[in-house]
């Protein structure tokens, strides 16, 4: 390997150190494959510190370890066994492509190299910090997590609160908090993207596809995370200004930080970190444990479904269940197992319900976001079982779920199995349209669009999308009138069985983070994406049921566009007859409204509009009228008081809107000239308070500190605003009077 990168890359004897294969073994953790390995140094030169490998100073920088072989040929064991020999011994090898993109560009340092080196110089310019300087670590972090965050986004990864996606955006939050750290008043991370597109596309073209849902998602969530930042840091400082140099912050602190603030413990200790403060982790882990401990008491379960060892059992015993539903709606069976109230039993009475597992079942269980079919079950001595809905248990048996409504259900029976037909149909075509809708929206909003969720049952389907922002009505219009294009078309929907791999090849579109078996089926429906094209407008790997033909879906309605959380769109719809009784009843309530308006139905949107105009005019009067009664007619001198020099105006205002409150005072500070106004509004049991402080005296009184004073007396618990302007509120209404008197004192000082 030595000599290989010398002729590559020029690399000269004197610059290379072999250490060559010995006793000493590598291995991952304390177990698992090991064994002798060779590595293989740099000599950067003696500008950088350090010695060579396996002397004192062997952690310095000067010589980089840039090869690694590794020749696995045991099995390490951590209870004292001897090492076993590998059945098939292989070389491990271990080359880092940035650390030998360093030595080959002549950089001692992979953030020097081109890849990254022009998203620092980018983050310098924005921010107008020095790339090389003492906040160098802040660009260098900021470069890492923006890529690392991109690639997982172009995957189709979207930052939420668990899993994969908390992990996403804990990278995210890390890179931004460093942004900050650089002064950014604004999102900066979103803007150093095309500099990472215009060096990794060309090799990485996902980047370039996704492009869209990357600025916008990256734009969105460091948008909302500068107040997270801003109300975290604040807390941070104000829990930590007794603290000095060496000590923690509390775990409780560090968890309310993470769990109310969403401030996650990594970015905490960051922070903690430049005051030389540490957080106390076994105090935030107990926390967390505490939660866990009391979420999982609050939990309860059904029971029905049993435990998994139940059907593991059951699968021992009677197998997988094998599904007839692609091509039947009706099947026999013989009952296998019966579950009641978690336990095997070997039969269900009449008015009793459980869990019925049959060999062979055209039944479809729920999965892949299309629910369970429902029907009934009948022996041949005319005994029925009602299935409710039907759940895959570990992913093999199909477990019906329903009540005994006559007879008796045994073990070992045999019975017949009819799925409700009319139900199935309404979930089959909500199901196609989904597929058709998944085109649409690519079509329409571009390839960032990826499936995230979905319900499909007889009632409506509901899909959940990466889409950073909302759906104008304009796109929710061209989506529908393609979906229903294709419905119209008419064209027959082909289901076949492929191997992964040429599903893939074929065009098919899979789920991101789907597990997919090696073989797997291929829906197509709609016409060609293409003239001249034989792909299908939809093709789609896809476990579930369908219908025949597009036509039988029949119509198509959008009904809900809106988010779901951060970066996920949510569309419901409906189908078929649901949709046809949608635009019914749509109708009906245009005539209602046309009916009380004495208006044509073509006339109504102008009369609203007319109607609602007319409301703003007279809320805007009644609201003067309003603030004028209030204020003695617009008067109100006698109620000055003159506190230390400070005028000082106060009023309760029994059953006075709180919107009013804000504009009225503004009112009465320029009529005072110079001064404080406190106005207090009750409604019930509630009570609104507003503080206003004229410009000239924000200086020695703020209506911030006043609006708490108020606040505390009337129950509450602080408020917000300007040192000028500031509201809160209060469950106690009836101390509204004496709220004033503690503000006033607060005047007088």
Not at 263 to 277: I, N
Not at 294 to 319: E, H, N
Not at 594 to 601: D, G, H, R, S, V
Not at 642 to 669: E, Q, Y
């Amino acid at each position: 390997a030595a000599d290989l990168w010398k002729k590559i890359a020029g690399f000269s004897d004197d610059k290379i150190i072999r250490i060559p294969t010995d006793d000493n073994f590598w291995q991952m953790g304390d177990t698992g494959p090991c064994g002798p390995c060779s590595e293989i140094f740099y000599d950067q030169g003696d500008k950088l510190a350090g010695g060579p490998p396996g002397s004192a100073d062997q952690d310095g920088d000067r010589f980089l370890e840039f090869w690694n072989l590794v020749f696995m040929q045991f099995e390490q064991f951590n209870d004292g066994r001897a090492r076993v020999p590998l059945p098939k011994p292989c070389i491990d090898t271990g080359m880092g492509l940035e650390r030998m993109s360093a030595l080959m560009q002549g950089k001692t340092s992979n953030y020097d190299i081109d890849l990254l080196r022009s998203i620092i110089e980018h983050s310098a310019d924005l921010t107008g910090v020095s790339p090389d300087g003492a906040q160098a670590p802040s660009h260098r972090v900021i470069a890492d997590h923006l890529r690392c965050a991109s690639f997982l986004l172009a995957d189709g990864v979207m930052p939420s609160n668990e899993g994969r996606g908390y992990v996403l955006r804990r990278i995210m939050r890390r890179g931004m908090r460093h942004a900050h750290l650089l002064g950014a008043q604004e999102p900066l991370m979103y803007k150093l993207f095309p500099t990472l597109m215009g060096s990794m596309g060309e090799a990485y073209p996902e980047l370039i596809r996704a492009q869209s849902l990357i600025v916008e998602t990256l734009k969105n969530e460091e948008a909302r995370f500068k107040k997270t930042l801003d109300r975290g840091l604040k807390m941070l400082d104000d829990e930590t200004q007794n603290l000095s140099s060496g000590q923690k912050l509390s775990g409780d602190t560090a968890f309310k930080l993470y769990d109310t603030y969403g401030f996650p413990v990594d970015l905490t200790a960051d922070a903690l970190r430049t005051k030389g403060l540490e957080v106390d982790m076994a105090g935030f882990d107990a926390a967390m444990e505490q939660q866990k401990a009391t979420a999982r008491k609050s939990w309860s379960g059904s029971g029905d479904t049993g435990t998994s060892a139940l059907w593991f059992a059951i699968l021992d015993k009677a197998g997988a269940t094998e599904f007839l539903g692609y091509s039947a709606n009706s099947a026999e069976g013989k009952i296998l197992a019966i579950i009641k109230d978690g336990k095997e039993v070997s039969a269900l009475k009449n008015g009793e319900e459980g869990f019925i597992i049959v060999n062979q079942s055209p039944f479809y269980a729920e999965s892949g976001g299309q629910v369970g079919d429902s029907g009934v079950m009948i022996t041949s001595a005319g005994d029925a079982f009602s299935v409710f809905d039907t759940k895959k248990q570990i992913g093999k048996i199909w477990a019906h779920f329903g009540k005994v409504t006559k007879g008796v259900m045994n073990k070992d029976e045999g019975v017949e199995l009819r799925v409700d037909t009319k139900r199935r149909a309404s979930i089959q075509s909500n199901h196609s349209v989904t597929h058709l809708l998944h085109e649409a929206m690519r079509l329409t909003l571009g390839d960032h669009i990826a499936q995230k969720g979905s319900l499909q049952d007889d009632a409506r389907t509901r899909f959940d999308v990466s889409q950073p922002n909302p759906i104008t009505a304009d796109d929710l219009r061209k989506i529908e009138e393609q979906v229903n294009d294709q419905i119209r078309s008419n064209t027959e929907v082909v289901t076949r069985v492929l191997p992964l791999e040429e599903a893939m090849e074929s065009g098919a579109r899979a789920l991101f983070g789907e597990k997919y078996d090696d073989e797997v089926r291929v829906v197509s429906m709609g016409t060609p994406r293409a003239a001249g094209s034989n792909i299908s407008y939809s093709v789609e790997l896809c476990g579930g049921t369908h219908v025949k033909r597009t036509g039988e879906i029949g119509i198509f309605k959008i009904v809900s566009e809106g988010a779901v959380s951060a970066g996920i769109r949510r569309i419901e719809a409906l189908t078929g007859e649901n949709a046809l009784r949608y635009f019914e009843e749509q109708e009906a309530r245009v005539n209602d409204i046309a009916a009380t308006l004495k208006a044509a139905p073509s006339d109504i949107a102008a009369r609203v509009k007319t109607l609602v105009d007319d409301k703003k005019k007279l809320e805007q009067e009644v609201s003067n009228l309003r603030r004028q009664l209030a204020t003695g007619g617009g008067g109100a001198n006698d109620d000055i008081k003159d506190i230390g020099g400070v005028k000082f105006l106060a009023k309760v205002l029994p059953d006075f809107p709180a919107k009013d409150l804000k504009p009225m005072a503004d009112d009465m500070t320029k009529k005072l000239g110079s001064g404080v106004v406190v106005l207090i509004a009750t409604e019930a049991d509630k009570a609104s308070i507003v503080v206003a402080v004229t410009k000239d005296l924000t200086s020695r009184l703020s209506a911030v500190d006043l609006v708490k004073v108020g606040a505390l007396a009337l129950g509450g618990s602080g408020g917000g605003g300007r040192a000028d302007m500031a509201q809160a509120g209060g469950p106690n209404a009836s101390a509204a009077n004496d709220a004033l008197s503690q503000i006033e004192d607060k005047v007088a000082g």
